[in-house]
């Protein structure tokens, strides 16, 4: 019914981020857990009457994304030894 993985509901039930029951060291869901569940996670489309339009993907400038670091706060690692030994 939720079309989910039985991991994916182990792992939120085990986080406690959505309704179960615990007995036994086994994770039980009832239909109230079920539906509940269904409505924690249920989206509704946004308000048709808003004037923000369709979201649209902006370029951002590359300063915003990765601010210019200055060399002096950059340091070269070591290369590797090389191995040396008979082949």
């Given at each position: 019914m939720l079309n989910t993985t039985?991991?994916?509901?182990?792992?939120?039930a085990r986080?406690?981020?959505i309704p179960h029951t615990?007995?036994?060291?086994?994770y039980g869901f009832t239909d109230e857990h079920i539906a509940e569940i269904v409505q924690m996670f249920e989206r509704r489309p946004e308000d048709a009457t808003s004037t923000a339009g369709p979201r649209r993907r902006t370029t951002v400038p590359?300063?915003?994304v990765a601010?210019?670091?200055?060399?002096t706060q950059l340091r070269a690692r070591r290369?590797?030894?090389k191995r040396t030994g008979a082949a």
């Amino acid at each position: 019914m939720l079309n989910t993985t039985a991991s994916w509901l182990k792992e939120m039930a085990r986080r406690r981020e959505i309704p179960h029951t615990l007995i036994g060291g086994r994770y039980g869901f009832t239909d109230e857990h079920i539906a509940e569940i269904v409505q924690m996670f249920e989206r509704r489309p946004e308000d048709a009457t808003s004037t923000a339009g369709p979201r649209r993907r902006t370029t951002v400038p590359p300063q915003a994304v990765a601010p210019h670091v200055s060399p002096t706060q950059l340091r070269a690692r070591r290369p590797p030894r090389k191995r040396t030994g008979a082949a």
